[in-house]
């Protein structure tokens, strides 16, 4: 919000968008080494809200192989204060594509065709798998494996997740109040698959590790809000908004994922202000808080200003909400816009990036993305969306220690807020707006 003041944005604020009832949790320190047959440090981080370890702990490591109940029995009495290996769920894949890419004419092409319901979003290729004990999915050996666990209370569970000697960060289950978690760390597949391998050979595999956690209550979901007012007597109260989530996942510093997208909002509104037109409509940025908790900040706004979900019915700011355009694709530069299956963007679009012509922007793709805060408003209909992004590393870093700022390309950045500076003031210009798409029938308060 400082940052906004000091830009000379009237109306800067914070915005409480949600209670928190997880609460705060924060890693203090982290240390992980296999220290027997042979000693090797490892890029650890841990799983957020899990617990911590009784200071430093070394211990023999055990892999828990359980596919049946019987299984369960051997466990019995051997993990306790144990460092424990959760099984691979998936090994490694070689990538024969370069890690980042500017989007070639063939791709933009494929993307500006008419595929209907196809996602396109670009997270599926590296996520972390979640940890899957039994492949057959029987529920009940899942629950028995989870007791064995609260009882036996191992010291610490390991899992191996991201790649490229890097960890990606996950989360475990927790509500404010809960017992703490059993710690749980987080290794990159090599380094989880090699003890794996070892073990699987009867190498006896010791490791040390600490853990230090805290967990924090009186937690709320806030976000950052400023804008440019609007100046027609009719359309003032209408609104563009332009926004990223300033929230990230430890480990890295978040510096693609998105404080890419928020200094680039930033950038576009202090153009905006600086060459010193006078929207018709309000241009108002958002930085969201607690996108990856589940979208909290966008949805508290939109609950709060635009729709009435337990009523199901929308609230004023609704008629008044004119766009919304997110960034969190990790720094690359826009090379288009997904126009989430909504005919009615596209004469819009079309127009205002007429404006840009000199510029290597302009693919309308007629497709959906997923993931991020667009979604909160397109879930009631309301025209948000998404851009076609150059892949630049973004799959292989987001939500990994490698999210830091060594990893943007700044002149990419600057590119991008004149996208939005041109897009926004666009929209808040036109003498009409991109109506409301249909709500489906299946649109119930449950859907989140
Ligand atoms: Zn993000």
């Given at each position: 919000m400082e940052k906004l003041e000091s830009l000379n944005f009237p109306n800067a604020r914070i915005e409480k968008a949600a209670d928190f009832p997880r609460g705060g949790w924060d890693n203090l320190k982290t240390y992980a080494a296999m220290t027997a047959p042979y000693y090797c440090n490892f890029t650890a981080i841990p799983k957020a809200w899990s617990g911590s370890t009784k200071g430093l702990v070394t211990s023999e490591v055990i892999v828990l192989s359980i596919n049946t109940s019987e299984d369960i029995e051997k466990y019995q009495g051997k993990l306790r204060d144990k460092?424990?290996?959760?099984?691979?769920?998936?090994?490694?894949?070689?990538?024969?594509?370069?890690?980042?890419?500017?989007?070639?004419?063939?791709?933009?092409?494929?993307?500006?065709?008419?595929?209907?319901?196809?996602?396109s979003g670009s997270r599926s290729q590296f996520q972390a798998q979640p940890i899957v004990i039994v492949a057959s999915g029987a529920m009940g050996l899942q629950q028995r494996i989870r007791t064995l666990l609260e009882q036996e209370k191992p010291a610490v569970l390991i899992s191996g997740g991201g790649a490229f000697?890097?960890?990606?960060?996950?989360s475990v289950s927790y509500r404010y109040g809960d017992p703490e978690p059993v710690a749980e760390l987080i290794l990159p597949v090599e380094a989880h698959g090699r003890m794996i391998r070892m073990i699987n050979e009867n190498i006896n595999v010791s490791m040390e590790v600490e853990i230090k956690n805290e967990f924090y209550d009186n937690q709320v979901i806030n976000n950052v809000i400023a804008e440019i007012p609007g100046t027609d007597a009719k359309l003032k109260d209408e609104v563009v908004l332009i926004g990223g989530h300033l929230d990230s996942w430890h480990g890295g510093t978040g510096a693609a994922d998105n404080a890419s997208g928020c200094i680039v909002m930033i950038e576009a509104l202090r153009i905006i202000q600086e060459i010193g037109v006078k929207p018709r409509r309000t241009i108002r940025i958002a930085l969201w808080g607690g996108e990856e908790q589940g979208l909290i900040g966008s949805r508290g706004y939109m609950e709060n200003n635009l729709y009435n979900v337990r009523e199901n019915k929308p609230r004023k700011g609704f008629e008044q909400f004119a766009l919304y355009l997110n960034m969190d694709n990790g720094s690359g530069k826009f090379r288009g816009i997904y126009l989430e299956e909504n005919d009615m963007a596209f004469p819009f679009f079309r127009q205002w990036i007429s404006a840009m012509e000199a510029m290597d922007f302009g693919v309308l793709s007629p497709r959906k993305t997923s993931g991020t805060d667009h979604q909160s408003f397109d879930r009631i209909g309301l025209p948000a969306f998404q851009f076609i992004q150059d892949n630049l590393e973004y799959n292989r870093g987001y939500h990994t220690p490698m999210d830091t700022y060594e990893r943007l390309i700044i002149t990419d950045l600057q590119y991008n807020a004149a996208v939005i500076a041109c897009l926004a003031l666009s929209a808040a210009m036109d003498n009409g707006k991109i109506p409301p798409k249909p709500l489906s029938s299946n649109f119930s308060t449950q859907r989140r």
């Open positions: 460092i424990v290996l959760m099984p691979a769920t998936s090994g490694y894949e070689m990538q024969f594509t370069p890690f980042a890419s500017r989007q070639t004419d063939e791709r933009l092409a494929q993307l500006s065709t008419d595929l209907r319901f196809q996602d000697n890097v960890p990606r960060s996950t």
